[in-house]
């Protein structure tokens, strides 16, 4: 019955994915839905190597970068006429010159696995970052590089100017990249990266070659951050150096822990919030970066497996013979951490507020009808009697789940 669920939501998702940008009728759902299928096909990816291989890498923007820099230039010589294409087919550059880096990089990188192999990648990203400030030819410098993607040859009557017609591009080619991704982790490649993961010495017991297998992920890897880089290029119609930087490399290791490295759609759903995430907090709260790190190590902590993983045993919960059991227990545990919860937002909203750093002054205005002062003394009281309620149900909590015996 799981599986069935499973297949129900992504079916699901998939369908949301396709009407709600066109039954909103809003530029910006179409934009965030378009940045979160860019993120998508990034984090999986990167997901290839470091859930699927073993391999983490720190440098994994210089392929996204790289992708969205090729696309960009073959953009300009399709505005300038120089290239008949059309804009839609463009992104494949991106993946050609993610596996031609991949290809040339990865046959060094990938020649050690653990903290070495992430030192190299993060090496070789510092690198690519630092040429790309020196060639401002080639990179634009920090003003970066520009096209339309409106102006070359039609493909089917479209454009891609309207920003419908721009997220359906980019749904396509991220289905696409999904699809093919997903594919690649069933074949016995995929199997036998896994085995190289677990363990490389038995692989190569067994006649597989870690090199060898640990390249051909990492060039895959690459490939599709190429593509994801070809995306982000017509979506923004201009890229810039900080595509390369180390900024990019760290975000989609976050997502990808944050959605859970031991599922294939965890990356997707660590990109889709975390895109939401950065694309909304940040416009209702100076303290998003605060929250985004607490998020993570609260993830880490509590929830090793990731979004994923609470999914998996969310739905095991859901389809189990003591589901009404352990809903009870799941609600009441959520009542009990929210007075907690919502103590340490006042809190924190209260002390940016009351530094210099704020620019929206000392007041917080909660649901158009209470406002907290900063500057009051009592004001504070509101987050601290939230925060002691919070301690003592968890305390209560605490002691009732304990057995008799254990109590006397």
Not at 198 to 224: C, I, K, T
Not at 292 to 315: Q, T
Not at 333 to 350: N, Q, S, T, Y
Request: charged residues 10%; contains cysteine; hydrophobic residues 55%.
């Amino acid at each position: 019955m799981s599986r069935y669920l499973n297949h129900f939501l992504i079916a699901l998702a998939l369908a949301g994915g396709v009407a709600v940008p066109w039954l909103s009728g809003s530029s910006f759902t179409a934009t965030l839905m378009s940045q979160i299928a860019i993120a998508a096909v990034f984090s999986v990816s990167f997901n290839l190597m470091w859930g699927t291989t073993g391999l983490l890498s720190f440098g994994h923007a210089l392929y996204f970068g790289a992708g969205a820099f090729t696309v960009m230039h073959l953009t300009r010589m399709v505005n300038d006429g120089g290239l008949a294409v059309p804009i839609a087919l463009l992104p494949a550059a991106g993946g050609l010159c993610g596996l031609v880096l991949g290809l040339v990089l990865g046959s060094v990188a990938t020649r050690r696995g653990g903290i070495a192999f992430a030192m190299i990648t993060m090496g070789l990203g510092e690198l690519a970052f630092s040429l790309s400030q020196t060639l401002k030819g080639t990179f634009g410098g920090e003003s970066g590089i520009s096209a339309d993607r409106t102006q070359g040859p039609e493909m089917f009557g479209l454009t891609f100017g309207p920003y419908l017609q721009a997220y359906y591009l980019i749904l396509a080619w991220a289905l696409l990249c999904l699809g093919m991704m997903y594919y690649l982790t069933k074949t016995p490649l995929g199997r036998i990266a896994t085995a190289v993961r677990d363990n490389p010495e038995r692989a190569g017991f067994l006649q597989f070659d870690p090199y060898v297998v640990r390249l051909m992920m990492y060039v895959a890897a690459s490939v599709f951050a190429g593509i994801a880089g070809g995306l982000s290029s017509l979506l923004y119609e201009i890229v810039t150096v900080e595509a390369l930087s180390l900024n990019i490399s760290s975000n989609v290791v976050l997502m990808s822990v944050i959605g859970g490295t031991g599922h294939f759609f965890g990356p997707v759903m660590g990109a889709s919030l975390v895109t939401w995430l950065q694309s909304t907090l940040s416009d209702h709260s100076e303290a998003w970066l605060f929250y985004y790190g607490i998020f993570f190590v609260a993830m880490i902590v509590f929830a090793p497996g990731g979004l994923a993983g609470i999914w998996v045993g969310a739905v095991r919960m859901l389809t189990g013979q003591n589901r009404l059991a352990a809903l009870r227990a799941v609600a009441g545990r959520a009542l009990r951490l929210a007075p907690l919860v919502m103590g340490a937002v006042l809190a924190i909203e209260l002390a940016y507020r009351a530094s210099v750093v704020s620019t929206r002054g000392t007041e917080l205005h909660l649901f158009g009808a209470i406002t907290l002062d900063a500057a009051n003394l009592w004001s504070w009281s509101v987050p601290g009697l939230c925060l002691a309620a919070g301690i003592w149900l968890l305390a209560a909590g605490r002691r009732g789940a304990r057995k008799p015996e254990d109590r006397a």
